[in-house]
């Protein structure tokens, strides 16, 4: 396996939800000399500057500001870090015999699904939680 591809399996191994992707990319970057920005600021940006923005911490953006004049055109590469699964769905609380408690999924994207029948799947991602209570578990 050649260096960057090793690089590659190891940004995925420790990239598992868009969320740690873009933590990743971030310090990347910060570790090539390009600069964080904030979109709540009016920042002054310099010619050959390094830059990135992250956006709800499960976007980025990162570019270099070039020499030319913006009608001379610019270059663009693009990607996006969902990939298929399982989705919780919104309400998914299902209470089941024992006191547990189940989160009802729905598939996203096309998986496949043979990999997933034997083993155990587990969460990703960031919970929010809204208002907290115990009316969820009955005593």
């Known amino acids: 396996m050649t260096p960057l591809t090793r690089d590659l399996c190891d940004f995925l191994d420790a990239s598992p939800c868009n969320f740690l992707a873009v933590r ?7 570790g090539e000399g ?15 500057g390094k830059y990135y923005y992250t956006i709800n ?11 030319g ?38 598939v996203y994207g096309g998986p496949i699904l043979y990999p997933l029948f034997d083993r155990p799947l587990s969460l990703d991602g960031r919970l929010i939680l809204l208002n907290y209570s ?5 005593h």
């Open 57 to 67: 911490g499960s976007a980025l953006i990162a570019f270099i500001v070039g020499e």
């Open 24 to 30: 990743n990319l971030a310090e990347r970057l910060d």
């Open 134 to 138: 115990d009316t969820l578990l009955p």
């Open 69 to 106: 004049e913006a009608s001379e055109g610019f270059r663009i590469i693009s990607a996006h870090s969902d990939s298929p699964g399982f989705r919780i769905k919104p309400h998914a609380e299902m209470m089941c015999p024992g006191r547990i408690l189940k989160l009802n999924t729905e």
């Open 34 to 48: 390009f600069i964080g920005l904030d979109f709540r600021n009016r920042d002054i940006l310099e010619v050959g």
